[in-house]
């Protein structure tokens, strides 16, 4: 699980699918460590991550999971699928597509998820796709489940990122910026979200 091998795997997964992935670099520790924070630390959580990409953040997970913790990581790229198969044999990956996420989970026997961790890129969906994932994600959280993304700081402004947190505040009563972790390259923060509105 190098590093060096991490990127090398990003690298060409992005210059094969560059509208899937839309990072610029797979997460740094800090950011991956704040990500995986909203995850529960005792019990037997089960815990869900779209877009793992190289599996950064999911190194994270499994150093914050307690062993009787469940870990499914949904991704829909078949070459980061296959490098995470290959270099996370503990991480339970699912190739898919994170808007069938209600689905996806039931073929595994989950309904219900006590944390849900993104890594998937937002601005590069339409405002309709970003609203169905979110719908479904909200649909599968469990009661005081978290669900918790990030966005580089540097994007915050525009127009795209402006509207997915309009997206985000619509779904959840409360959506926690944090501050920026500097450490990141680029700097990003992550938005916390819990409590999803009921549904019309």
């Known amino acids: 699980m190098s590093p060096v091998r991490d990127l090398v795997t990003f690298i060409s997964s992005a210059v094969r699918s560059p509208a899937v992935i839309g990072a610029v670099a797979p997460s740094g520790r800090a950011l991956s460590d704040l990500l995986a924070s909203v995850a529960p630390a005792e019990g037997a959580p089960v815990v869900v991550e779209l877009g793992p990409g190289t599996g950064v953040v999911s190194a994270a997970l499994r150093r914050r999971l307690p062993a009787g913790a469940r870990h499914i990581a949904v991704?829909?790229?078949?070459?980061?699928?296959?490098?995470?198969?290959?270099?996370?044999?503990?991480?339970?990956?699912?190739?898919?597509?994170?808007?069938?996420?209600?689905?996806?989970?039931?073929?595994?026997?989950?309904?219900?998820?006590?944390?849900?961790?993104?890594?998937?890129?937002?601005?590069?969906?339409?405002?309709?796709?970003?609203?169905?994932?979110?719908?479904?994600?909200t649909r599968v959280l469990a009661p005081?489940?978290?669900?918790?993304?990030?966005?580089?700081?540097?994007?915050?402004?525009?127009?795209?990122?402006?509207?997915?947190?309009?997206?985000?505040?619509?779904?959840?009563?409360?959506?926690?910026?944090?501050?920026?972790?500097?450490?990141?390259?680029?700097?990003?923060l992550a938005y916390q979200c819990r409590h999803p509105r009921p549904a019309d």
């Open 144 to 188: 005081g489940a978290a669900f918790t993304t990030f966005a580089y700081s540097h994007v915050t402004r525009f127009p795209t990122q402006r509207r997915f947190r309009g997206v985000l505040e619509e779904a959840f009563t409360e959506v926690t910026v944090t501050p920026t972790v500097w450490r990141n390259l680029p700097p990003a």
């Open 75 to 137: 991704e829909i790229d078949p070459g980061m699928v296959e490098h995470l198969r290959r270099t996370r044999p503990w991480l339970e990956v699912i190739q898919g597509d994170a808007a069938d996420l209600q689905k996806l989970l039931a073929d595994t026997g989950v309904d219900r998820v006590d944390a849900a961790i993104s890594g998937l890129p937002w601005t590069l969906f339409a405002e309709s796709a970003q609203r169905g994932i979110i719908e479904q994600v």
